[in-house]
């Protein structure tokens, strides 16, 4: 009696020389195993193995900082002095420019931002004003609303046209 059988609780012999169904993965239990010739028939292949892997040569590796000069088929180069000044003055070329205009825009950023403050600084003074106050400042920037009181507008207007009745002198 095989593993299959066992697990089915059935011993008919019709049952047992029929080719059992592929169980899922879900439904196999640990008794049925997988052996590599199974798993050659579906496809599937081995790949290197570790075992054949040669220990690292440099048992104990050094951690620290290095200049790569030490590099197997590297040379260091000697840089001449001109050379050297040459590669600085590349460099530098520009840095003057970029400088001008790093400072430029910190100031400009500066300038938003105080602007920024002061204008939100009017607004809160602008909010604690009493009706008085904030008629006077209509008034002195030119906004008040003038027909409001009907008849000292008419009087004004006959005194710029030079009406003089004798009923407001």
Same mark, same amino acid.
């Given at each position: 009696?095989?593993?299959? $059988?066992?697990?089915?609780?059935?011993?008919?012999?019709?049952?047992?020389?029929? $080719?059992?169904?592929?169980?899922?993965?879900?439904k196999?239990?640990?008794?049925?195993?997988?052996?590599?010739?199974?798993?050659?028939?579906?496809?599937?292949?081995?790949?290197?193995s570790?075992?054949?892997?040669?220990?690292?040569?440099?048992a104990?590796?050094?951690w620290?900082? !290095?200049?790569?000069?030490?590099?197997?088929?590297?040379?260091?180069?000697?840089?001449?002095?001109?050379?050297?000044?040459?590669?600085?003055?590349?460099?530098?070329?520009?840095?003057? $420019? $970029?400088?001008?205009?790093?400072?430029?825009?910190?100031?400009?950023?500066?300038?938003?931002?105080?602007?920024?403050?002061?204008?939100?600084?009017?607004?809160?003074?602008?909010?604690?004003?009493?009706?008085?106050?904030?008629?006077?400042?209509?008034?002195?920037?030119?906004?008040?609303?003038? !027909?409001?009181?009907?008849?000292?507008?008419?009087?004004?207007?006959?005194?710029?046209?030079?009406?003089?009745?004798?009923?407001?002198?």
């Amino acid at each position: 009696m095989d593993a299959l $059988e066992a697990l089915s609780g059935s011993s008919s012999d019709s049952e047992a020389e029929a $080719e059992p169904e592929p169980q899922p993965a879900a439904k196999r239990s640990a008794a049925t195993k997988i052996s590599l010739e199974d798993l050659q028939q579906h496809g599937y292949s081995g790949g290197p193995s570790v075992l054949y892997v040669p220990p690292p040569a440099d048992a104990d590796p050094n951690w620290t900082w !290095s200049s790569g000069a030490d590099r197997k088929g590297v040379e260091p180069v000697q840089e001449s002095r001109e050379e050297r000044e040459r590669n600085r003055e590349a460099v530098t070329s520009g840095l003057d $420019e $970029e400088a001008r205009l790093a400072r430029a825009a910190v100031s400009h950023a500066q300038q938003l931002k105080a602007g920024r403050r002061a204008e939100a600084q009017a607004q809160k003074e602008a909010a604690n004003l009493s009706w008085k106050q904030k008629e006077k400042r209509k008034r002195e920037r030119g906004q008040q609303a003038s !027909s409001k009181n009907y008849i000292e507008e008419e009087k004004r207007r006959a005194r710029q046209y030079g009406m003089v009745s004798g009923f407001d002198t």
